[in-house]
């Protein structure tokens, strides 16, 4: 169960560790997928709006439903900051939902992106949806068709012990904080991007 079942998923150590490195975007407008957890958490105040995209119709707080890879889901350049964490290996036409997004954020918003690198594969709900895992080359490169290359930065986070501990459902609270630390690229837990679309655009 990723960890859930034992504390906190060794991957989120890093999704939460990156979002609190770049707080200061989440800010304006900002939408979240599947709930608003992180936008309140790392937003705060800044936050004047936030919004909510979601799959499932039944989702009753979710203000925006439908597929990501549909270009009209999101209005265009309409959000400061979105936040996308944990999800984009979930959309099959990854290069139709790097396009959308790159159309909804403002000139000057940005993109926080994380993606699951090595990672067991959900056995519940979202197994039948999930088609990739990635590799920092990939997440670079996806980005890069829509957003300017040097208004693209890309990070790996984890290492072998990180990775080994994830996939054997260790949860972070069993873990020393030195040992995930350790960053290897050659062994991305999650692979976590910060992307602004270009004034102009």
Not at 17 to 37: K, P
Not at 102 to 124: M, N, Q, Y
Not at 172 to 193: K, M, N, T, Y
């Amino acid at each position: 169960m990723f960890g859930f079942d034992r504390g906190t998923p060794v991957d989120r150590y890093y999704v939460e560790r990156f979002l609190a490195e770049n707080f200061q975007n989440i800010r304006g407008r900002v939408l979240e997928i599947g709930d608003n957890v992180y936008t309140q958490r790392f937003g705060g105040d800044r936050v004047e709006r936030s919004d909510i995209l979601h799959v499932d119709a039944t989702n009753s707080r979710a203000t925006f439903i439908g597929d990501l890879a549909r270009l009209d889901v999101l209005p265009p350049a309409a959000f400061d900051c979105i936040v996308l964490t944990q999800t984009l290996h979930l959309v099959f036409d990854m290069h139709a939902a790097i396009a959308t997004l790159h159309h909804a954020l403002k000139p000057g918003g940005v993109l926080l992106l994380t993606t699951p690198g090595i990672s067991p594969v959900d056995r519940g709900e979202w197994g039948k949806n999930w088609f990739w895992s990635l590799t920092g080359a990939a997440v670079r490169s996806l980005l890069e068709e829509q957003f300017q290359p040097d208004h693209v930065a890309v990070e790996a986070h984890g290492n072998v012990f990180a990775a080994t501990a994830f996939l054997y459902g260790l949860a972070l609270e069993e873990l020393e904080r030195s040992d995930l630390d350790v960053s290897d690229a050659a062994f991305p837990v999650i692979v976590a991007a910060r992307a602004m679309k270009a004034e102009g655009f």
